[in-house]
Every structure is written in structure tokens, then in C-alpha cells.
T-cell receptor, first 113, second 116 residues
Framework: DQQVKQNSPSLSVQEGRISILNCDYTNSMFDYFLWYKKYPAEGPTFLISISSIKDKNEDGRFTVFLNKSAKHLSLHIVPSQPGDSAVYFCAARSLLTGNQFYFGTGTSLTVIP | DTEVTQTPKHLVMGMTNKKSLKCEQHMGHRAMYWYKQKAKKPPELMFVYSYEKLSINESVPSRFSPECPNSSLLNLHLHALQPEDSALYLC???????????????FGPGTRLTVT
């Protein structure tokens, strides 16, 4: 039972344009959401997070938006750079489950120079 | 230092072998995790240790045996594995949850395990 879903397995974007990665979840008890970036042969690296009390969090070129009513979050990368090419995972956590993080299936982003 | 280290990077073992994966962090984190990741799939949680005690075991077969000797180290002992256990094994650490604490997990680079 996949509680966090990323319906687009891949995305290609031209360098300099905006990349939008989407994530949906089913558990309304999730209170904290994270995005991780993963290069081949490396572990996931934390990118940005958002608490359920906010609807937007920005860090440099990366912005995460949360729409709780739609149970949807998205990661915007502007402008996209070739070095952003990687697999992006969204993850979610509920305080009720403490240390348990639920991961989406990932979206492979390719930024074309 | 925000690094989680894992050894070995690659491991090939037969179905009758016994081997161990090691993970280390020096960030003062009191929660440590083992995940298994197959190609094109999300990381699957196996075990969570919180304050050196096993707090979550996601119905993992007994051929995988975790151990947390101290707050910086996490081991995964492997015995009598099957070819379908071949995967990338990721270790992660984080602060232990307290109240409404929001925290991220830091992942190691993983051990690529092949069972022949």
C-alpha cells in the first residue's frame, strides 16, 4: 500500500526553465514532508522540507509547495541546471509513527543543456 | 560533519556465507535506520533503532539481523541470503523524534549487495 506516490517516473526539462516534480499522499496524518535527491551509486541527499503548518518553503532555487486539502506537494526548481539531473524522492512522516518515513517511487529528472 | 559512512561499498556473497554491513555516524543522532532499495523503487524501511534500542522491525526475515553496539554504529548481519535479497542497502540517521521535532534523515552511500 503506497501512501506516497510520484506518478511521473521521468521528466525532461531544458536548462534554465522550471522543473516541477509532483507528489501525492493518502495519509492525512502526515505532518512533515521532505524531498531527497539521489545520484546513481549514492545515497539520497536531503534537499528541502515543509511542515504541514506551512504551504510554501523556499531555499534558493528550490521551492516546495504543500496543498493539504488536495494531499499534494510539489517541488519547483528554477532555473534548472544540468547538475540537477538526478532521481527525486518525496517522503512523508507522521508524528504518530515517529521515526517512520514513507517514500515515493521517485521521479528521474533530466535537465538538457 | 553531516556524513554517514557505510562499508563495504560492494559485497558479493554466496547463499551460505555470513557477512556484515557497517554504518557509522558522528552527528550525535540517536535514531538509525536500515533501508533496502531495489532498482527504480523507493527505499524500503527494514529496521529503526532509537536510543540504541530496536523500535521498528518491518517484518524482515530473520536472515537479516541488525545490531546497534553504540549510538554511532549500526550493523546488519547477513546469513543464508537469497538471490532476491540483492539490492542497495542504505543506512540513515536522524535526531530521535521529540514532541513536534521536525528533522531529516541523512543517508549513507549504500552497500551494493549481490547474492549469488
Amino acid at each position: 500500500d503506497q501512501q506516497v506516490k510520484q506518478n511521473s517516473p521521468s521528466l525532461s526539462v531544458q536548462e534554465g526553465r522550471i522543473s516541477i516534480l509532483n507528489c501525492d499522499y493518502t495519509n492525512s496524518m502526515f505532518d512533515y514532508f521532505l524531498w531527497y535527491k539521489k545520484y546513481p551509486a549514492e545515497g539520497p541527499t536531503f534537499l528541502i522540507s515543509i511542515s504541514s503548518i506551512k504551504d510554501k518553503n523556499e531555499d534558493g532555487r528550490f521551492t516546495v509547495f504543500l496543498n493539504k486539502s488536495a494531499k499534494h506537494l510539489s517541488l519547483h526548481i528554477v532555473p534548472s541546471q544540468p547538475g540537477d539531473s538526478a532521481v527525486y524522492f518525496c517522503a512523508a512522516r507522521s508524528l504518530l509513527t515517529g521515526n517512520q518515513f514513507y517514500f515515493g517511487t521517485g521521479t528521474s529528472l533530466t535537465v538538457i543543456p | 560533519d553531516t556524513e554517514v559512512t557505510q562499508t563495504p561499498k560492494h559485497l558479493v556473497m554466496g547463499m551460505t556465507n555470513k557477512k556484515s554491513l557497517k554504518c557509522e555516524q558522528h552527528m550525535g543522532h540517536r535514531a538509525m535506520y536500515w533501508y533496502k532499495q531495489k532498482a527504480k523503487k523507493p527505499p524500503e524501511l527494514m529496521f529503526v533503532y532509537s536510543y540504541e534500542k530496536l523500535s521498528i522491525n518491518e517484518s524482515v526475515p530473520s536472515r537479516f539481523s541488525p545490531e546497534c553496539p553504540n549510538s554511532s554504529l549500526l550493523n546488519l548481519h547477513l546469513h543464508a541470503l537469497q538471490p532476491e535479497d540483492s539490492a542497495l542497502y542504505l543506512c540513515a540517521s536522524s535526531q530521535a523524534p521529540t514532541g513536534t521535532g521536525l528533522y531529516e534523515q541523512y543517508f549513507g552511500p549504500g552497500t551494493r549487495l549481490t547474492v549469488t
